[in-house]
């Protein structure tokens, strides 16, 4: 018994009103010391459920039903809820998904660490200092005596969760359990994190069990990988031969809708037509948060400069993207151009107007030629309207398309374009899945006919074969229409597969732009080169 | 500093807008206290006789002056006369006040006890129905009016159990039973407010961190969870107080008690301007001293609000 986590068959049920739904079937993996197991797989694929049953932190109403857990050589599949708080923390650790709201707001940093300590008496209160201060220190955080001060919202992102990782490691698990630790930080720091995790593993022979969706990212830090679909095991072994030689379908599916580096591009360039105006052309944009008011004047408050001296312009029929970590000022700039936000300096034109010297009834007319697709559709849409409904608005809204009747053949029509069938249509939001939601947003968006659609993260919370098929939508709309786009974005495999020119922002300020091809094959700047490093999965060797 | 000082300026802005409504409101009444009293024929006054007791009392002056006359009386102290008694307005409150507070202090810390206790026990409550059970309660103790529940308090406990007295009760045993009666309403959107925050904080990412690192429930709930779920029940019981004020009125009335609910009811009956323009102001100052004490406490409470409290 070597293994520190044996699966045996394992299924876990919900209890639902309608009876009990089995989501996992006959599960069976083990991790070793010193290795990296990675659970793969799309959102209802069960990866999530089965790392929560190895840790007996099922949600309500989920239990499991069949098969065997052993973490270390102990059989826990049925062990008291006693036992469980006993070796939670101690045997096994548990690294979250969303580090933003995984360390409870009113406590400082330095207590959520030592919390594994204090709850399983571990060690006396006059080390806990000098201890916590050790495991910031083990986890790259620098000044851990001050940061151990702190609270949770003084530090960023990528910080919190190295905090996180420290507070996991606190009693020296062998086994953590990393659910999906990256997905919500950018690209550059979700590299060192995934550096950080490979020391513990080398250096301390900890097991882990890698939760993830993104196929590459799995192939690149793990040894062998699992692919789960509808709760069932699909793939099994190797993570090199995984990627390299898969053996199931499914597998190959999710290979080939993944972006990667690697990925051949099929979309072809597009130009405008010489001597055509450009759909949108920002010229020296500065966006100022701040410093205004009296009080922030008396306290000489320095205004911050979101977007600093941006220029770039867009060709019509085409798509720029706007690329860059969080706080780089791209949400900004398309907020401009989108007439949400007023700017400090610069000009900029849309469709032939001029932004932000618009008068409100130019600035409507000019809404209704420029549409936004958001990265969450469930919160874009409202809940009690059926998607029929929500694609008619816009249309009522503007006093277009003349009857009522009129209208909703319409809506008809554009949730028919984005392959929503009839039998949706009356349907409300939460009962669509992620992917068909974000295609009614698209259909509302294109219902009014705009010639500039603004694409902020449209893609980025969705799973991979669910994004292809968008992507491929938008690619089509964009070439039946004459549509221009903005797209922001912080994945640059994406971006790479349906962007003609790119803008690298950083800080506010643009340090890189160019042809995508270009980019991509003759990164100037070394920040660029970083962005582009940092994507997974850019060697299947 | 700046927070601090610019939430206590606005709470004075409220004080004045208070006494300047109710001044208003007051004045608008047909009618007033010195005609109640004296223009009643059978005192046999002579209408010359009436405009002297009014010219007296200042009560034909012109608005604005009888309102610099109240606000600059009001400002050094001098609340005025009761028209009712001719006592100082001043001698009167004081006297109910004491009694009063003493009531609605010990009434809320009992409704603030009554409602935790419900909340950790619905929460932490090993079977559903009885979870399901506490849950419900608040629901029933708010539609509870409070005279109603005061009358069955006495008949139960000082009639039939005959556990406590109602002629003639010590200080102690005289304030058992109207506490209870006004702590129970008031305990319920507390209790709810709780018990819907302490719900909304579980299904948080960071308790299921603290759940891996072996925490039991009770860990969770007294260390993680009851500071974040405070905040907003602390919100609401700035606003409960009024209605802590108005249960005193009702309450001491049926249990016969001297206070400001009482002087409220006389002073009404009354139209005594004076004593209820006074008693505005009071009611108006402990709810503005009460929220400002609950929001200068939040930010003890949550870390995340002492940025906007030091900038």
């Keep these: 018994m070597s293994d520190l986590l044996k699966v045996t068959d394992l299924s876990v049920a919900y209890a639902g009103r309608s009876g009990s739904r089995t989501v996992t079937h006959g599960v069976s993996f083990a991790v070793a010391p010193g290795e990296v197991v990675a659970l793969v797989g799309e959102s209802g694929s069960g990866k999530t459920t089965t790392a929560q049953a190895v840790i007996d932190l099922l949600p309500a109403g989920g239990r499991v039903v069949g098969g065997r857990i052993e973490l270390a050589g102990e059989d826990v599949t049925h062990a008291s809820a006693r036992r469980w708080r006993e070796l939670r923390g101690r045997r096994v650790g548990l690294i979250p998904q969303d580090p933003g709201a995984s360390l409870d707001p009113t406590k400082r940093i330095g207590d959520s660490v030592a919390e594994a300590f204090r709850i399983h008496r571990a060690a006396p ?26 609270y949770p919202h003084e530090l960023s992102g990528g910080m919190k969760q190295r905090v996180l ?3 996991a490691i606190a009693l020296g698990p062998g086994l953590l359990i990393a659910d999906e630790p990256t997905s919500a930080l950018d690209v550059t720091v979700q590299r060192r994190i995934l550096d950080l995790l490979e020391d513990l593993r080398r250096e301390n022979g900890t097991g882990i069990l890698l939760v993830t969706h993104d196929l590459a990212l799995a192939a690149d830090h793990a040894d062998r990988v699992l692919v789960l679909r509808e709760g069932r095991v699909q793939e099994h072994g190797p993570s090199a031969q995984v990627l390299r030689a898969p053996e199931s379908d499914y597998t190959r599916r999710l290979l080939a809708d993944a972006p990667t580096l690697a990925t051949p591009v099929h979309r072809a360039a597009r130009t405008a037509p010489d001597g055509e105006q450009p759909a949108v052309r920002v010229r020296g944009l500065s966006v100022e948060f701040g410093g205004h008011g009296l009080g922030a004047r008396l306290r000489k408050e320095q205004p911050f400069r979101a977007v600093d001296d941006v220029s770039f312009e867009i060709p019509r029929g085409t798509t720029h993207a706007l690329v860059g970590e969080s706080g780089s000022g791209k949400t900004t700039t398309a907020r401009v151009i989108a007439a949400f936000q007023s700017a400090a300096s610069g000009s900029v034109e849309v469709l032939g107007e001029d932004v932000l010297t618009l008068d409100s009834a130019r600035r409507r007319e000019l809404r209704r030629r420029v549409q936004l697709v958001y990265q969450n559709p469930y919160a874009s849409l409202d809940p009690r309207q059926t998607i029929l409904d929500a694609v008619t608005e816009p249309l009522a809204n503007f006093g277009l398309e003349g009857s009522a009747a009129g209208r909703r053949a319409h809506a008809v029509q554009a949730l028919e374009r984005v392959a929503l069938p009839a039998e949706l249509h009356h349907r409300r939001p939460r009962e669509l899945s992620g992917g068909q939601r974000q295609r009614v947003a698209i259909a509302r968006a294109i219902v009014l006919h705009p010639e500039l659609l603004i694409l902020d993260e449209a893609t980025s919370a969705l799973d991979v074969t669910v994004q292809a098929g968008i992507l491929r939508l938008l690619d089509d709309l964009q070439r039946e229409r004459g549509l221009t786009y903005l797209v922001i974005s912080h994945d640059l495999a994406v971006v790479r597969q349906i962007a003609d020119t790119v803008t690298v922002l950083r800080r506010g300020r643009a340090v890189e732009q160019s042809g995508t091809a270009a980019l991509f094959a003759d990164p100037h700047e070394e920040y660029t080169r970083d962005l582009i490093a940092s994507i997974p999965g850019k060697v299947p060797s | 500093m700046t927070y601090v000082a610019s939430r206590v300026l606005s709470s004075l802005g409220v004080l004045l807008g208070a006494f300047t409504l109710a001044f208003v409101l007051l004045q608008a009444l047909p009618g007033d206290a010195v005609m109640i009293r004296f223009e009643n024929p059978e005192l046999g006054l002579t209408a010359e006789q009436i405009a002297a007791i009014r010219e007296s009392y200042g009560a034909d002056s012109g608005l604005l002056a ?3 006359h109240a606000l600059s009386g009001a400002l050094g102290g001098d609340l005025g006369y009761s028209v009712a008694s001719g006592a100082p307005v001043r001698v009167l409150v004081g006297e109910a006040l004491g009694s009063t507070l003493l009531l609605a202090g010990l009434g809320f810390v009992a409704a603030v006890l009554l409602a935790g206790l419900l909340a950790f026990a619905a929460s932490l409550s090993p079977f559903s129905w009885l979870a399901t059970l506490l849950r419900s309660l608040p629901s029933l103790f708010i ?10 308090l006495i008949q139960l406990f000082s009639f039939r159990l005959g556990w406590i007295s ?6 102690v045993e005289a304030l058992i039973l109207p506490v209870l009666t006004l702590a129970v309403p008031i305990s319920a959107p507390l209790a709810q407010v709780l018990l819907r925050a302490i719900d909304d904080v579980r299904a948080q990412p960071f308790v299921a961190v603290v759940r891996a690192k072996g925490a039991s429930e009770p860990w969770l709930l007294v260390r993680n969870v009851l500071r974040n779920a405070a905040l907003p029940a602390m919100t609401i019981a700035g606003v409960l107080l009024g209605e802590l004020i108005g249960g005193a009125v009702v309450t001491e009335t049926v249990f016969a008690r001297f206070g400001i609910g009482r002087l409220t009811a006389d002073a009404l009956n009354a139209q005594d301007t004076p004593v209820l323009q006074a008693i505005v102001i009071i009611a108006a100052a402990v709810f503005v001293v009460v929220n400002l004490a609950v929001d200068l406490l939040a930010p003890v409470l949550d870390p995340r609000l002492r940025r906007r409290v030091q900038a």
């Design chain 1, 165 to 167: 990782i420290a507070a």
């Design chain 2, 143 to 152: 539609s509870v009016p409070v005279f109603w529940l005061g009358i069955v």
């Design chain 2, 166 to 171: 109602v002629i003639r009760p010590g200080p």
């Design chain 2, 66 to 68: 009888e309102y610099w």
């Design chain 1, 125 to 150: 209160r006059r080390v806990l200092g000098a201890r916590v201060e050790e495991l910031l220190d083990r986890v790259g955080i620098d000044d851990p005596a001050r940061r151990a001060r702190q």
